[in-house]
């Protein structure tokens, strides 16, 4: 085992930086070879990725604050009942 160090950390960031863009050159070099057909759903799934997760994560920050805000003035009004 390595011990933990600011040069260790920076090693794994380098590797897995690294593997990322292989991974990522790999499937461009796969991509480049589909068929229009097939690169066309790929496009539209991609699209669709692209437009519904920042839509999920912005709806799920929303839904919290409102939860929390909800919670907070329930808090509110027992701490006020109790006094």
């Known amino acids: 085992m390595k011990p933990a160090n600011f040069n260790t950390l920076l090693d794994d960031i380098r590797d ?6 292989a991974t990522l ?3 461009a070099k796969q991509i480049a070879t589909l068929p229009w057909p097939a690169l066309l759903v790929c496009a539209f799934f991609l699209a669709l990725a692209i ?3 920042p ?16 919670g907070l003035i329930v808090v509110d009004k027992q701490r006020s009942r109790r006094n």
């Open 51 to 53: 437009t519904l997760i």
């Open 55 to 70: 839509v999920a994560l912005t709806l799920f920050v929303l839904f919290l604050a409102i939860k929390l805000a909800v």
């Open 25 to 27: 050159l790999g499937a």
């Open 16 to 21: 897995a930086c690294a593997t990322v863009f």
